[in-house]
């Protein structure tokens, strides 16, 4: 290339490349830490400062020890869940910082009680601020933004008073 000792691909340096490839891995666990109901999966994503902000999906706003028994008891309605990361951009401020927008679509199968199946389609984006600690990318600050539901919103989810 230019003769440099950190060559560039479309852009970015081979480290940024391969940082990319790790923020992606990062946004795919949180989908199966999500739906596999892991916990413990879910926290190890985050910055033990982090915050995550769900109030547009008529949740919470706070740090992990708040928001892990919301998210769990808002998914306890769910017989099965399947979120899918599609679209993701990311803009690196530094070797340790970042910022990305990860599209979503997520499939909440719930039961009636009666052995029917309702099936709600969500779909929206993250904005993450990310941070570098040691060799691994994680969550430092995340804000869920919805752009549509398509299926019954259960009355079984905890719901933000403050939601408009």
């Not at 490349?17 to 990062?26: K, Y």
């Not at 892990?68 to 017989?79: D, N």
């Not at 979503?104 to 389609?121: F, K, N, P, T, W």
């Amino acid at each position: 290339m230019n003769g440099s000792t950190e060559e560039e691909t479309m852009g970015y340096t081979a480290q940024q490349v391969i940082d990319r490839a790790d923020i992606t891995e990062l946004t795919s666990r949180y989908a199966v830490a999500v739906d596999a109901k892991d916990w413990d999966l879910y926290q190890s994503l985050f910055t033990a400062d982090a915050v995550v902000d769900y109030t547009d999906a008529l949740g919470i706003v706070g740090p992990m020890s708040e928001i892990l028994p919301w998210l769990s008891a808002a998914l306890g309605f769910c017989a099965a869940t399947q979120s899918n990361m599609t679209s993701q951009t990311v803009t690196f401020r530094d070797a340790a910082n970042a910022q990305a927008c990860t599209y979503y679509i997520a499939q909440h199968v719930s039961l009636d009680g009666e052995g029917d199946e309702a099936l709600m389609l969500f779909a929206g984006f993250y904005q993450d601020v990310l941070r570098r600690e040691g060799d691994e990318w994680r969550i430092a600050h995340r804000v869920e933004k919805g752009t549509w539901l398509d299926g019954a919103y259960p009355g079984l989810i905890p719901k933000n008073a403050k939601h408009p």
